[in-house]
């Protein structure tokens, strides 16, 4: 049966691989399969055993994928059709679930039950905001305070599910299918935007509406208090509640799982309870002779994990240790006895076969890789260890054991996680937990602060571990063929035995296992040769950010927009560097102050080294007080690197005197050639300033690549400009269906008058540019990584 759920689980992993969904008629396959299994079974089961038990293990396999398919299939029909994009739709339905109020407005899940709009189709689940409006909007309204099960008449302009396309980034288009949201919006002010019924009764908005009341409480009852939010995640899994400053500290001590509902809390409080239900139910004879106390307190200890969980937003780690709960309970009622790894295998199979979309997310595989790795070293060893010794045991195992996953999702390694964890752990699930669930009950409130003065302890500690220079190893992304290795050299290292002697006691020449790890570390992905260029032009949405790398120097020009609490530079660029091994860079252009090409800079700087900035920022602006070294863009500056010639082209000196001159006529205009080709980013210059260039900068401007101007405003991109660059290709850097409508309809058209051809980040994701002694490519990563979820 393990081997049939690992098949199955396969099956669902491999679906998640397709760029398409398979054809209905492959199904017709998987049945002949099935009838053949049968017949062998039937008539030939011992002449081929070993043979039946693999066509089995196949047969599960081909069940996992076309069940993940059908799956896929039934939720991705529900769709908004491209024709109703960013149209006034007017529809009626149930706030299923709020997240607090922002400076912009709120953000809130909205359950589809009519629409009033004749002629347009709108999926059942999507997700709005309504944004505060402003005093002069006539239309509009106060922000209205929104409950969970309210049901509401509202007017919205919604989108299909779009997110940003780059190597080493979040994919939140397969977010959005798993979580089941069809479409994105926000609410648009009208007069008939109204509230019908205050209440609709049904369990999951009751939840929700349970979770927003201990949001409150929480809140008015720690007004004030820093750790306001790791709380409410620990209660409730509000994981945004954390700021963001808290969540770098708990990244680079490796106690982020804790931050979260994990399956460790659930399993603690569910152990409390079944001990406590126990003792109680062992004191009267009556209970007791009507039902056993062992059954009482096993179904009371399955339901608290089972409330716990719901509570706190049934997230995959949650998911995973309730039905393994589930399995130890149904066994222990029925007075059997059952296998650890068959617990885990079941678990996995419920979690998958519920949500097929899990196996995508790293905490499905954090989760269950953690618990596989504790079971390997402690199910069915001879003796028994020393609780300390075994402790220490499984904390090495887990260090070891994750680095693999680790380095594929997140680059980085906390070494300091052992000794976090080692007072993090007893700290948070034996104290801080018990007593942030009691203060969620309304009449124990006065157990909050002392929660909230236990984290505190804690916190001090956390931040000392995480200001520790060397806390958190950062490489690169590994390929693929050293993962597999890596994992076999762990479980090699992790076997037991009881041979050799000293650290590696145990299984003969286990020490093996640390020389197949190695290429983990040294294999080091592609880099360019000299007089080569490798550009890729990221996908930050509406915005700018372009990483331009030489044989030994990288170096960024601009850094995409902020976007409330977080920016372009901490969720694109930074995973893109590190995934790609990019430690430091030798320079930073901000081309000016915008922050569509400013709002990640920050985030970069204080991620890794920046040793120059160049800019058109003003004295004193956040950024240039930031930086090691900082210097002005001016026409003329230039250097090599690696037989690479870099050129600054725009703006001139006596510009930065003119007080009247527009932010964007003061961009930073640089030129890239190399012997295999060149580039040419204008920033967002307009008319007046392309003229100005021509002017003076002639044939300089003639390139192979043009990053479009001001993202294909009308008000550049001249057809002087466009027929002296005469670019071979121009890549528009938009956000999906923006606000601007760029690229504008007549600006494309003169490209392609020009015989240039035509790609666009919304469209394309981000660009892999490669100038190579084989000729220059450019290559979309919305088509290299192309998955059936995403946009078409």
Known sequence: MRFNILAFVSGVGLLQQQAQLPQTEWVWVLILAAGAIGLVRRYAAAKFAVLGKILIGLLCFGIGFFWAAACAQWRLSDTLPHSWERKDIQISGVVASVQPENDRGIRFRFYLEQVHTQGAAVPRHVALSWFKTRPADTAGAALPVLHAGERWRITVRLKQPHGSMNPHGFDYEAWALERNIRATGYVHPSAENRLLQAWVPSPKYWIEHVREEIRRRFAENLSGQAYTGILQALAIGEQHAIPRDQWQVFTRTGTNHLMAISGLHITMISGMVFALILRLWRWSPYLTLRLPAYRAATAAGLLAAFAYAVLSGFAIPAQRTLYMLAVVAIALWRGQRVCATAVLAWALFWVVLLDPWAVNAPGFWLSFGAIALIMLITVGRIGAAHWLSGWVRIQWAITWGLIPLLLVFFQQVPLLSPLANAIAIPLIS??????????????????????????????????????????????????????????????????????????????????????????????????????????????????????????????????????????????????????????????????????????????????????????????????????????????????????????????????????????????????????????????????????????????????????????????????????????????????????????????????????????????????????????????????????YWHQR
Request: aromatic residues 8%.
């Open 430 to 787: 034996l104290a801080v937990v018990p007593l942030t669930l009691l203060a969620a009950v309304p009449v124990f409130d006065f157990v909050l602060p002392w929660a909230h003065a236990l984290l505190s302890i804690l916190m001090v500690i956390l931040h000392s571990l995480s200001d520790f220079p060397q806390a958190v190893w950062q490489q690169h992304a590994p390929p693929l063929w050293t993962i597999f290795t890596a994992a076999i050299g762990i479980l090699w290292m992790l076997l037991p035995g009881s041979l050799g002697k000293g650290f590696f006691a145990g299984f003969p020449a286990r020490w093996l296992g640390v020389i197949a790890l190695l290429p983990l570390f040294w294999v080091l992905p592609p880099q360019p040769k000299t007089g080569e260029l490798w550009l890729t032009v990221l996908d930050v949405g509406q915005g700018l950010a372009v990483v331009a790398r030489t044989e030994h120097h990288a170096m960024v020009f601009d850094t995409g927009p902020g976007f409330g609490d977080s920016d372009s530079g901490k969720r694109i660029i930074v995973p893109y560097l590190r995934g790609e091994g990019i430690r430091q860079l030798d320079a930073m252009i901000v081309s000016h102050a915008d922050n569509d090409h400013s709002g990640g800079a920050l985030s970069v700087m204080a991620e890794m080294p920046v040793e120059l900035l160049l800019s058109s920022l003003r004295d004193g602006h956040p950024i240039a007080r930031a930086a090691t070294r900082s210097v002005q863009c001016r026409a003329g500056h230039s250097w090599s690197w690696d037989s690479v010639h870099f050129e600054l082209l725009h703006p001139l000196p006596q510009d930065y005197a003119n007080p009247q001159r527009r932010v964007n006529a003061n961009s930073c205009v640089l030129k890239i050639s190399s012997i295999y080709g060149s580039v040419l980013i204008p920033a967002d210059i307009e008319n007046k300033d392309e003229k100005a260039l021509l002017n003076r900068a002639g044939e300089k401007l003639a390139a192979t690549v043009l990053i479009a101007p001001h993202h294909g405003s009308l008000s550049s991109s001249t057809a002087d400009f466009v027929n002296q660059v005469n670019p071979a290709l121009t890549i528009f850097t938009v956000g999906y269906l923006n606000r601007y409508d760029h690229p504008h309809a007549a600006v494309t058209a003169r490209y392609l008058s020009a015989n240039s051809d035509l790609l666009r980040s919304d469209r394309d994701g981000a660009i892999l540019l490669r100038f190579t002694q084989n000729g220059w490519s450019a290559e979309s990563w919305r088509k290299l990584y192309r998955r």
